[in-house]
């Protein structure tokens, strides 16, 4: 072989590696969501509700020694964080978060993608690590490693299953190109109070069947809190939402156990046909008990992906 035959045989190996060699490290898997985390005004009002309305298990907080987590099971639960001091917005959401099995491949993923992500991973006493970093409105999402021993969390009789948070976007482009291109998330349905606005947009995480909801508000050229929005409309927009197999098991449950103190929604049929039962929180952060299964056919879409298991 002559040396411009090798030459160009060596160009043309290299040629060949280059498209796989930027790609960069692989996206670890997401495979459901790990918890909400929002501000309280008064702390034990929202112990009240958590434990007693909604039946969730208090424990401390290793990311913040003044919160504490509510949780429905080992991996997903509730954090309850207290308001900082001279805090004047309506926003109670703090930040949302995704389980994650290697906190440390996920910070590398996405720096490789472009992402600003912290120097190192923050650690905890029970073994767990995470990072946060904030998407393109300024959400900010949290990537939980669990620690290897579990918390020991009872079967929770209401829910033992976070099936979605949702939170207010003004922009879907923006957005998809952090949660669909960069972490996976799939369409699963989308939706609104009309069939020709679409301000409810579901996204299924890749390798699993919790989901995020994007609502949508304002207009594509602004961020924030829109101008004249209530605390009461913002907490109902950002959310969370418990799966349940029955809601009328679910209220029959709540009413004979005397936890639906100062609620006045009853079970009903969302546009995407699925029984759903709306509650809130002291701060009015809505709680979203929803069935896990369509009663029939829903509004403005098909569901493009498998529902959420029990």
Not at 234 to 246: E, K, Q, R, S, Y
Not at 279 to 291: K, N, Q, S
């Amino acid at each position: 072989m002559t040396r411009r035959t090798t030459g160009l045989a060596i160009l043309a190996m290299l040629l060949s590696t280059t498209p796989s060699m930027a790609k960069g490290p692989a996206r670890p898997p997401l495979a459901s969501v790990s918890h909400i985390a929002i501000y309280a005004e008064d702390l034990s009002k929202s112990e009240r509700f958590y434990v007693q309305d909604l039946g969730a298990v208090k424990m401390p907080d290793p990311e913040a020694s003044a919160g504490a987590r509510y949780y429905f099971s080992a991996t997903q639960f509730v954090e309850v964080l207290p308001l900082p001091s001279g805090n004047r917005s309506i926003n109670r959401l703090a930040h949302v978060a995704f389980t994650t099995a290697n906190a440390e491949a996920m910070r590398t993923y996405l720096a490789a993608q472009g992402i600003a992500v912290p120097g190192r991973l923050t650690s905890a006493p029970d073994g767990s690590r995470w990072f946060s970093v904030t998407d393109p409105e300024g959400t900010m999402v949290q990537f939980l490693q669990p620690p290897a021993r579990l918390p020991d969390v009872p079967v929770n009789a209401l829910s033992s299953h976070i099936m979605h948070f949702g939170f207010i976007i003004h922009n879907r482009a923006n957005e998809d190109r952090f949660y669909k291109g960069v972490l996976g998330l799939r369409p699963y349905w989308e939706g609104g109070m009309r069939d020709d606005d679409t301000t409810w947009v579901s996204l299924q995480l890749p390798e699993g069947r919790d989901w995020i909801e994007y609502m949508v508000v304002g207009t594509p050229d602004t961020k924030g809190i829109p101008a004249g929005m209530s605390a009461a409309n913002l907490g109902v927009l950002n959310h969370f939402a418990l799966g349940i197999p029955d809601a009328r098991a679910a209220y029959t449950l709540l009413w004979n156990g005397k936890r639906l103190d100062g609620q006045d929604q009853t079970p009903k049929i969302g546009r995407d046909a699925k029984w759903q039962l709306n509650l809130l929180d002291p701060d009015g952060t809505r709680a979203e008990l929803m069935e896990f299964h369509a009663v029939g056919k829903p509004c403005c879409s098909p569901f493009r992906a498998p529902d959420p298991q029990h």
